[in-house]
């Protein structure tokens, strides 16, 4: 079964820094998609960023960009210029994309980030 | 386009009393549903999946159970609700090869 970790529970970063989450995951399938959500204080959960993985280009939407190594199984999210609304939990995600497989999404358990003015 | 709709935003529901969520979604075919829980500060647990009508997958035994009548509409419900089944809800659709796309939410309390 596919796996996916957040190892860092929490992160800070100061306003108009830049911030990287982290997220690993565990799949013996060769195509499959990963995302990033933002889930702000509201509870709602928002589509930030998404991978495929037969891509070997990164991912980019204004000022977040992955950084997808798929033989480390690695996609971990930069934020540039943090803003005070990028403060939110943000969930990895993974989907199977190939024929017959499963149309589960898994997701890590979060990162809580914070922004200091 | 696409938007999804799940109600009520909020329920008090006392202990052993029935339980049910509907979720529709609208402006798409086929889509496939889910279901999923979320403690308080926690991630996201996954309770039912659904890739059509009356196609119903159990990720975890529990006292909670899922029906699929029509192809955009998915409910979530319980004959006795438990103090344990108090959490969020998330209701979400999706079609390959984009993500998921989640409502807003129930939050419910069992007392």
């Known amino acids: 079964a596919q796996t996916v970790t957040q190892s860092q529970p929490e992160m800070s970063v100061q306003e108009a820094e830049t911030v990287t989450l982290s997220c690993t995951y565990d799949?013996?399938?060769?195509?499959?998609?990963l995302f990033w959500y933002k889930q702000p204080p509201s509870r709602q959960m928002i589509l930030v960023i998404r991978?495929?993985?037969?891509?070997?280009q990164n991912a980019t939407e204004n000022r977040f960009s992955v950084n997808f190594q798929k033989a480390a199984k690695s996609f971990s999210l930069k934020i540039s210029d943090s803003q005070l609304g990028d403060a939110a939990m943000y969930f990895c995600?993974?989907?199977?994309?190939?024929?017959?497989?499963?149309?589960?999404?898994?997701f890590g358990k979060g990162t809580k980030l914070t922004v200091n003015p | 386009s696409q938007t999804i709709h799940q109600w009520p935003a909020t329920l008090v529901q006392p202990v052993g009393s029935p339980l049910s969520l509907e979720c529709t979604v609208e402006?798409?075919?086929?889509?496939?549903l889910y279901w999923y829980r979320q403690a308080a500060g926690r991630g996201l647990q996954l309770l039912f999946y659904?890739?059509?009508?009356?196609?119903i997958s159990s990720e975890v035994p529990q006292n909670l159970s899922a029906s699929r009548p029509q192809d955009r509409q998915f409910i979530l419900s319980s004959k006795k609700l438990l103090l344990s089944d108090s959490g969020f809800y998330l209701c979400?659709?999706?079609?390959?090869?984009?993500?998921?796309?989640f409502g807003q939410g129930t939050r419910l309390t069992v007392v």
């Open positions: 979400a659709w999706s079609v390959r090869p984009y993500g998921a796309f």
């Open positions: 799949t013996s399938e060769s195509d499959y998609y």
């Open positions: 991978q495929e993985a037969y891509k070997q």
């Open positions: 995600a993974y989907r199977s994309a190939g024929l017959g497989g499963s149309e589960k999404l898994v």
């Open positions: 402006g798409t075919s086929n889509p496939n």
């Open positions: 659904s890739v059509g009508i009356g196609q």
